[in-house]
């Protein structure tokens, strides 16, 4: 199935899925208080992603100074930003996920969970890119191997001296 079709079913199942139990929760207790809670985890949601938000930014100053790559935060970054997306959706899955992204230790599972995902597709595609198969049309067939030539320029440096 490709991403158009997938991302069809995400914006009309989802949003069927979220007003359903939406229904359910009002059935369960009164509807002003499901509408109450709805606001209230938007705000909270809000707040906290604030918050997160700001000692990832934090991180990421420091790790910067100290001159090393801040990876982790980025990330970290990126799920918070995900995270406060959710909250203000109105729905109890996306206030589930969203509160779930908002704390460290699942966004150090999933963090983990996403390097090893991306790693894997940057292999392939390195991979792809290297293995000397066409991608596009060529005289010698589609997906025949063609015959590359390399030239090697060899470069030194010599500081001129005053």
Do not use: C
Request: proline content about 6%; hydrophobic content about 50%; glycine content about 6%.
């Amino acid at each position: 199935m490709n991403l158009f079709y997938q991302l069809v079913l995400l914006f009309t199942l989802l949003p069927l899925v979220e007003l359903y139990l939406l229904y359910l929760l009002s059935q369960i207790i009164w509807w002003p208080i499901t509408i109450l809670i709805v606001i209230g985890t938007g705000f909270w949601g809000a707040f906290m992603a604030k918050l997160q938000g700001f000692y990832v930014w934090r991180d990421i100053r420091m790790q910067l100074m100290k001159g090393t790559m801040p990876a982790d935060s980025l990330f970290d970054g990126v799920f918070i930003l995900l995270a406060s997306i959710l909250l203000v959706t109105p729905g109890v899955l996306t206030d589930l996920v969203g509160f779930l992204l908002l704390i460290p230790p699942v966004r150090i599972v999933l963090r983990r969970f996403t390097k090893a995902y991306l790693s894997q597709r940057m292999t392939i595609e390195v991979r792809n890119m290297t293995s000397g198969y066409s991608q596009g049309p060529s005289t010698s067939g589609p997906h025949q191997p063609q015959t590359r030539q390399v030239e090697i320029i060899d470069v030194e440096y010599t500081k001129k001296s005053k």
